[in-house]
């Protein structure tokens, strides 16, 4: 009798997930990404660039070889209008240059000009310094747990939407 009454695995995964979830992974990672997307805003705005400004100038700045616009789309998911605008305004003010792509000559690369390199090092010295500042006294032992945990957790929810869009059930729904 005892038995019977007892739940079985699947019913225990599943009060488990729901145990966890109670608070929602967007719940709790929401507050702290929003945190760091300010820290990232005043950085930019110390530097004179916008947010999204910023980052695609540090994408720019990681390919020397060069970025194609729609490379830079694929990259930021974002629209060739938004990544075009800010490519020209970089343009405008001397600090991305677009050359002839070798090998697709109807696309254009953009590279970093000289004042360019500059503005980036400048940035990279304060990520670097905040860095320093704020890992200050975390072991590379918790460092790499919360990268494991934060891992796990992304790999998980990508996962979980591929199990959104294909309409399936979730493993403790009788899923994979």
């Given amino acids: 009798m005892l038995f019977q009454d007892s739940p079985t695995s699947d019913e225990r995964n599943r009060v488990d997930a729901e145990n966890k979830s109670e608070e929602s992974v967007m719940d709790f990672l929401t507050p702290l990404l929003a945190q760091f997307d300010k820290i990232y805003y005043d950085l930019a705005k110390r530097h004179g660039e916008s947010y999204f400004g910023m980052w695609v100038l540090e994408e720019i700045g990681d390919r020397p070889e060069g970025v194609t616009q729609k490379q830079l789309c694929e990259i930021l998911y974002s629209p060739k209008q938004t990544v075009n605008s800010l490519v020209a305004s970089f343009v405008r003010r001397g600090l991305v240059e677009t050359k002839p792509n070798s090998t697709d000559g109807r696309s254009r690369l953009h590279v970093l000009t000289a004042a360019g390199k500059e503005k980036l090092d400048a940035i990279r010295r304060d990520e670097r310094m905040l860095g320093i ?15 494991r945990v934060l891992c796990s957790i992304a790999d998980r929810c990508t996962q979980g939407v591929a199990f959104l869009n294909a309409n399936e059930p979730f493993p403790w729904e009788g899923g994979e």
């Fill in 133 to 147: 500042y704020s890992l200050d006294g975390v072991s590379r032992e918790e460092l790499d747990q919360v990268r």
